[in-house]
């Protein structure tokens, strides 16, 4: 079933309940570390996750194999996107607080703008300008 105009108190209490899951994850990960290194952490979280969700998948018969021209793909952007990501920012979080933590990651595309102006001679237009602007807002 498609959410609708009339449905906006579900579109607004599924928007604030995964805020809410997600602001949460920061520092159950933090006191995650106390346990076991930020790596492991890492390993950890990323296995039982994808292993949950194959799970969950296959349950509901949404599971899908990827074609063999997808795996680079697949794996270059799990990698790089999932896995060191995750990674730094659970080491990250070994020396930072969880609220400063969220913060420098999710303001990171704001400040690419900057670095590559400045660094790279990356040339703004109005398209790269509003973008920021939104991502700002």
Do not use: C
Not at 44 to 68: E, M, S, T
Not at 105 to 118: C, E, G, K, S
């Amino acid at each position: 079933m498609r959410l609708s105009f009339s449905q906006n108190g579900l579109t607004y209490f599924i928007f604030a309940l995964v805020t809410l899951i997600w602001s949460v994850g920061w520092p159950i990960n933090k006191m995650g570390l106390e346990y076991m290194p930020a790596i492991w952490f890492s390993v950890h979280r990323i296995f039982w996750g994808g292993l949950i969700l194959f799970i969950f998948l296959a349950f509901i018969g949404q599971l899908k194999w990827p074609q063999k021209r997808d795996l680079p793909l697949i794996f270059s952007v799990g990698l790089l996107q999932m896995g060191l990501f995750i990674t730094f920012v659970t080491i990250g979080l070994e020396y930072v607080d969880p609220g400063r933590s969220a913060i420098l990651v999710y303001t990171t595309p704001m400040w690419t703008v900057p670095i590559a102006v400045l660094f790279f001679n990356e040339k703004l237009n109005w398209q790269k300008i509003l973008a920021l602007v939104l991502g700002i807002i």
